[in-house]
């Protein structure tokens, strides 16, 4: 069992940045692939960023790419986002998530995959 609790959210004017940490419970936290998802009201969720076990590996939405980092420590059992040039629609619930994998460079971009959520840290983006 896995829990995850997000920080760091709050608001923001555009073109400003904010980061989101992810704390995971346990000790098995570099067996998981991680990734950070976000809902806006009235649509789906969407997938943001993932990282692979050894922090090695990373992959981004086309929407945030260039503008949103991913980073692991597994030390201390937390995923990191940072968010720079933030946009109005980047506004949302941002969700951290954990899926338990084998390979050691593997990440997951599909939600479906995911074992554990946390509750979401909400990203207000002003114009």
């Known amino acids: 069992q896995v829990q995850l609790v997000e920080s760091g959210g709050g608001l923001v004017q555009a073109g400003g940045s904010l980061r989101l940490s992810c704390a995971a419970s346990?000790?098995?936290?570099?067996?998981?692939?991680m990734g950070w998802f976000r809902q806006a009201p009235g649509k789906e969720r969407q997938f943001v960023a993932s990282?692979?076990?050894?922090?090695?590996?990373?992959y981004y939405a086309a929407s945030v790419k260039g503008r949103f980092t991913i980073s692991r420590d597994n030390a201390n059992n937390t995923v990191y986002l940072q968010m720079n040039n933030l946009k109005p629609e980047d506004t949302a619930v941002y969700y951290c998530?954990?899926?338990?994998?084998?390979?050691?460079?593997?990440?997951?971009?599909?939600?479906?995959?995911?074992?554990?959520w946390g509750q979401g840290t909400q990203v207000t983006v002003s114009s």
């Open positions: 998530a954990a899926a338990r994998v084998y390979s050691l460079n593997s990440y997951i971009t599909n939600a479906r995959n995911y074992d554990y």
């Open positions: 346990g000790r098995t936290f570099s067996s998981y692939a």
């Open positions: 990282i692979d076990r050894s922090g090695g590996n990373t």
